[in-house]
């Protein structure tokens, strides 16, 4: 990937520069009609919003069957409120805030129920807002994104390569037409890098380290690859018109298995879905209605489901794995209500078979043959040896590898994580090692490329320890680069 030149700069600008620079300022006659048409649920409800909002909207052609606004998805009123206001058992107060630069805010209160709900504005044309809070960030284009960034110190080039290699490996396995792929080159993959989950809730409502904003089509994150978020999107995209509610068995487990979760590698989390279902603590069937799935906490059900969609995926090929996807969408009281039934999965002596073998790819292992292997670098703290296709380390606590690919400036938010009170020099990789936890992190991504705990080893295995160094191999392929190269060109710190 370090040849790759994917980013192309561009000036900073507003979103809204292009249009509305005199807008008239809403009047509160205006205001009471949009929110009437909302309460009432108007069909022309639209023609407050911007044009180009409206545009942004609809621009990747994800359209979902029960909704007649995408817009207004989780941007609304509650439906419930609506009903007893177009009753008039309940009464409502509206104020307009001026917030400077042409923007304001509706704030829609109902007393009575301590319910508030603000509409950002434009001059006089409803926008979301996301539009509003990042109408000053900062913004980079490549190939297939549009990168609109809080702060820029946390942001760097090998993130934009890294979303563009993933991006092209799922359109290849989703197998996307040269129309949608051409429209993605045209129209891009809005990722919006906020600093942390206060900036998540003031775009979304939500407190969240990152999610997909279905309204818009936004990736909305935290982290520099949010591979998770990116397969929401990428699946609606390749079905066109989903249901706007899937079976959260496929919804989360395509894109964990794809994906892995925020901050992890797919990897990571599959590895802990084997151990889940080897420790007999999961069993896929408990998993296979709505309220099953949620009786667990996420970080069991997603590695779970996760490690299961997998298996489907490899089993069934895209095209049949759509085809059962589609089968468990529909509407909320139905999704609700489903059951994914055992004849419309591959029989269960298949599934034993994958796990039998998938058990058996272990991306770290902690077997030791180094006396057959190359020394590529060694110092007090560390021992690396390289033999084919694997690199043996041994080492005291922690081991930094610096390979000169990011610019100066650039703050890791997982390096601060880890060493708060220690500076960070632009290091790639952290790779750490304890009596019972092996940790290898992407810097520059943020992300656990892998791991192995002694707690989801069966039997529970410490790591091996000699003269107080931590042995244990990994692939090569785990890494970018070869390492004796970087050892050779600059060291380790």
Known sequence: MSGMK???YIIIFPFFLQVHVHAQMLSQTEAEAF???????????????DPYELKLSHRLNIEYQEVRHKFLISYGLDSDLKKDMRKKKLF????????????????????????????????????????YYTWNWSRLESEHFNFVISDTIF???YCVENLEQFYIKIADLLELTEKQERKIRREKIYYILCKDEEEIKQLTGFHTRGMFNIAYDFIITTFNAHYHELLHLLINYKIEKPHLYTHPFFQEGFAVALGGRGGKEPGVILRLGSFLYESGMMDYVNLLNKPGFYQYDASMSYPASGLYNYFLLEELGIER???????????????DRMYIVQDDLPPI???????????????ISLSWNGKEADIIYRDASADILEDGNRYYFGIKDTLLIATGGVRHGFRSKKYEEIFPNKKYNGEKYLIAASNDEISIYNLYTGCLMANFVSAF?????????????????????????????????????
């Open 6 to 8: 994917l980013i192309r």
């Open 321 to 335: 794995y759509l085809v059962l996807y589609a089968r468990y969408s529909g509407k909320a009281e139905e999704v």
């Open 92 to 131: 409502y107060h509206i104020e307009i805030q001026k917030l400077g630069n042409g923007f304001s805010r509706i704030l829609f209160t109902v007393p009575e129920k301590t319910y508030e709900q603000g509409f950002y504005f434009k001059g006089n044309k409803l926008i979301s807002p996301i539009s």
């Open 35 to 49: 929110i009437n048409s909302l309460i009432n649920d108007d069909i022309n409800v639209a023609a407050y919003l």
């Open 457 to 493: 080893s069966l039997p529970i295995k410490n790591v091996p320890i000699h003269e107080g160094y931590y042995l244990f191999n990994v692939p090569k392929k785990l890494f970018d680069e070869e390492l004796k190269m970087i050892f050779n060109k600059k060291g380790s710190n």
């Open 349 to 363: 002596e298949r599934w034993h078979e994958f796990l039998r073998e998938f058990k058996k790819i272990d991306p």
């Open 155 to 157: 942001w760097n080039s």
